[in-house]
């Protein structure tokens, strides 16, 4: 947790600051008796880390930003996470699972219909923000990513006795690309070099391996199991992730980047919770 701790310091008063915009979310969006429902699931946030894969993505390549580009980074985090808690919503649903983050799920307060009309509002919301940004970089990417992830779960369902290859293109799609994105996309606000860009985007896309491959192999899920996938397998996908990154300039950011990977791989401790 140490190295998560360290990792999310290195970007602490931009998260508080997303982290106080999400709180308000509800006065932006809501009325009336909604209201009550979305300020009980962002009563308890998590850890907020796609917006810190953005900000130590850009970060990385650009300490001193603009004005201009600051906001449009909060603004990304902001929908970026939007996403995400959108997804998990919508997960809950789909398992049938009655507690996240210590408190019961939305459908488990307030039953399946409006679970899925509240993940409705949120994925709304995050692509209205993206649709005002300066460029339609969010917009396109998150589009995309949206998309893989609901083909990767489709998939995931109608395919319970995959092979190998499955199982790797599955997590890739329900998981990784989204962190790819994350750090795609904090390098795009700061116009980094096309390498650097790319660079991150796999560091990501590795990232996102390792965590799912991790939780799986934590969970005991019976894909990973059936097609021999251990945490040796995290561990290739954490040497990739260096890889990576390695040629970008070393700096408090690229460290958190890399405390962000190892605190993923050691979480396969089970008294580690992940983000």
Do not use: W
Not at 22 to 38: C, H, P, T, Y
Not at 141 to 156: F, G, H, S
Not at 238 to 267: D, P, R
């Amino acid at each position: 947790m140490l190295r998560f701790i360290e990792a999310s310091n290195a970007v602490r008063k931009e998260l508080n600051e997303v982290e106080n915009i999400l709180k308000n979310i509800d006065e932006d969006i809501i009325k009336g008796a909604s209201k009550e429902v979305f300020e009980y699931f962002f009563k308890n946030s998590g850890k907020y880390l796609r917006p810190m894969l953005i900000l130590l993505s850009a970060k990385a390549i650009k300490p001193d930003m603009t004005i201009e580009q600051r906001v449009q980074l909060i603004n990304l985090c902001v929908a970026v996470e939007l996403i995400h808690s959108a997804s998990l919503i919508h997960d809950d649903i789909i398992d049938n699972d009655l507690f996240r983050r210590g408190q019961k799920t939305l459908n488990g307060v307030y039953g399946r219909k409006i679970a899925v009309l509240a993940g409705d509002a949120l994925f709304a919301k995050a692509f209205h923000i993206l649709s005002s940004m300066p460029t339609r970089d969010g917009e396109q990417v998150m589009t995309q990513v949206v998309e893989k992830m609901c083909v990767a779960e489709i998939e995931q369902a109608q395919y319970s006795e995959g092979s190998r290859e499955d199982y790797l293109r599955i997590i890739e799609g329900k998981t990784a690309v989204f962190m790819s994105a994350c750090c795609k996309l904090g390098a795009l606000v700061v116009n980094a070099e096309k390498e650097d860009v790319i660079a991150l985007e796999k560091y990501g896309l590795s990232l996102g391996m390792v965590y799912q491959i991790t939780d799986d192999c934590l969970d005991g899920d019976l894909n990973a199991i059936r097609n021999n996938i251990t945490i040796d397998n995290a561990k290739e996908f954490v040497v990739n992730a260096e890889l990576n990154i390695e040629g970008i300039e070393t700096s408090t950011y690229k460290e958190g980047l890399t405390n962000l990977l190892y605190y993923v791989i050691e979480s396969y401790d089970p008294k580690v919770k992940k983000a």
